[in-house]
């Protein structure tokens, strides 16, 4: 069958298009994706401006139709930490429900780290043994840790790109001074929810799955062989620290110029690098392996697994 997932998230709102099996990889036929940042959006009571509602409804009803033309079965749509978190939230559920035509998944913090941690764990196998997870969204940071295909310890922090920029680094470009005012932040929020993590076994593994972490391995990491020949990225921390200070002092119409770094990341990768790489020295990590799959496999994982066990014994 084939199946879409509209993950509505900070960032953008982006489609995956699969046709999968009970028991099979999904095969990605269609990805479709529109840029929005709903963070700049947000008024000051933390309610999703009517041009922002009117602009995620935009690019909902055009997903929708996607999803159509290409003979989708079923659509799991999801949302995460910008709708959740807006202060005008009901409403604006209810209008994204309705451009959809049926209900919306709105996930917890916690929840998208399990699904996100579920799509790690199958792309790196049972064999990857304690595997450490980080992703970046435009709302909130996730991490996850443990040896199974559900995490042992998962937490969500508010510490997306999106939301930090705009928090930390308004000015463009930020400067030094901005960039260690995150810093200082992002360790603070951070310090209880590493001791918890520190208390885990060592990582076998330690990934990155978002696509600002993707723009960032590609732009400070290399490339290394991996199992059955498919190249990994690994992002030193030290290489990342590095590049903090160069990319605080370019300004973001010149980061669009440097490898990776796409024009709709450009004004968020600097608070993305310094999240990141606080988070690796919270947790004492060196360096970190990307992932290509991440919640919106997540999401089409479970569901095959409910298709796989509820399926009639041929």
């Not at 559920?93 to 709105?106: D, K, M, N, S, T």
Request: proline share 6%; no cysteine; hydrophobic share 45%.
């Amino acid at each position: 069958m084939r199946l879409g997932v509209l993950d509505i998230g900070s960032n953008t709102v982006h489609l995956l298009v699969a046709d999968v099996r009970p028991g099979g990889r999904p095969l990605a036929a269609t990805s479709q994706r529109t840029v929005l940042r709903l963070m700049r959006y947000l008024d000051a009571d933390g309610a999703i401006t009517e041009e922002g509602v009117a602009a995620l409804v935009s690019a909902v009803t055009e997903a929708r139709a996607v999803a159509a033309a290409e003979r989708v079965d079923e659509l799991l749509a999801t949302a995460t930490s910008a709708v959740r978190e807006a202060a005008n939230g009901a409403d604006v559920i209810a209008r994204i429900e309705e451009a959809l035509g049926q209900p919306l998944q709105v996930l917890g913090g916690e929840t998208e780290a399990r699904f996100t941690f579920l799509a790690v764990r199958r792309w790196f196998g049972w064999a990857a043994g304690q595997i450490l997870l980080f992703d970046i969204g435009g709302g909130s940071l996730e991490i996850a840790a443990g040896s199974d295909e559900l995490p042992e310890v998962a937490a969500s922090v508010p510490l997306g790109a999106g939301r930090t920029t705009i928090g930390f680094l308004p000015d463009d470009p930020p400067g030094e001074e901005a960039v260690e005012r995150l810093r200082q932040h992002a360790r603070e929020i951070l310090a209880p929810v590493a001791k918890d993590f520190r208390a885990q076994p060592r990582a076998d593994h330690v990934v990155g799955s978002s696509k600002a972490i993707r723009s960032l391995a590609k732009l400070v990491g290399y490339p290394v062989p991996g199992w059955s020949g498919i190249e990994r990225m690994l992002l030193p921390r030290a290489s990342l620290g590095s590049w903090i200070p160069r990319l605080a002092r370019i300004p973001a119409s010149a980061r669009q110029e440097l490898p990776g770094i796409t024009p709709d990341r450009t004004f968020q990768i600097v608070a993305a690098a310094v999240v990141l790489h606080t988070a690796m020295t919270a947790m004492d990590v060196d360096e970190l392996e990307v992932s290509p799959w991440a919640l919106r496999e997540g999401v089409l994982l479970r569901y095959i697994e409910s298709l796989s066990w509820n399926s009639p014994t041929p």
